[in-house]
C-alpha cells in the first residue's frame, strides 16, 4: 500500500509563486510505481490531469500550464515537488498528488489534497 501527503499549498497573489511537496511512503513504492503526477480541482469543476513525471524521468504537463509550472521528483527521499510560477487566479484549486502503479492505466493511488488559492 502507498501512501502520499501532500503539503505547502496556501495563498498568494496573482504573478506569485508558491511549491507543492508530495511524500510518498509504503512497502511497494519504488518498486511498483510506474509515474507520479499532480491533478487540480477546481470548485464545480471536474479533477484535471496537471503534471506528471514518469519513472524514467520523463515528464508531461497540461497545456494550462506549460512555462510556468515544473514537476521534479528526489527517488532518495521518495518525494515529488511541483513548483508553481506566474500563478494565475485559475490555478486556484485543491491539488492532489497521485501515482500510477505498474501494469495501470490510469493514477489510482491518491493524496488529501492541499488547497492552493491564487487572489488577483
Known amino acids: 500500500q502507498v501512501q502520499l501527503v501532500e503539503s505547502g499549498g496556501g495563498l498568494v497573489q496573482a504573478g506569485g509563486s508558491l511549491r507543492l511537496s508530495c511524500a510518498a511512503s509504503?512497502?511497494?513504492?519504488?518498486?511498483?510505481?510506474?509515474?507520479m503526477g499532480w491533478f487540480r480541482q477546481a470548485p464545480g469543476k471536474e479533477r484535471e490531469f496537471v503534471a506528471a513525471?514518469?519513472?524514467?524521468?520523463?515528464?508531461e504537463y497540461a497545456d494550462s500550464v506549460k512555462g510556468r509550472f515544473t514537476i521534479s521528483r528526489d527517488m532518495r527521499k521518495n518525494t515529488m515537488t511541483l513548483q508553481m510560477n506566474s500563478l494565475k487566479p485559475e490555478d486556484t484549486a485543491v491539488y492532489y498528488c497521485?501515482?500510477?502503479?505498474?501494469?495501470?492505466?490510469?493514477?489510482?493511488?491518491w493524496g488529501q489534497g492541499t488547497q492552493v488559492t491564487v487572489s488577483s
Open positions: 509504503g512497502r511497494t513504492f519504488t518498486t511498483h510505481t510506474a509515474a
Open positions: 497521485a501515482v500510477q502503479r505498474l501494469g495501470a492505466t490510469s493514477f489510482g493511488t
Open positions: 513525471i514518469r519513472w524514467s524521468g520523463g515528464t
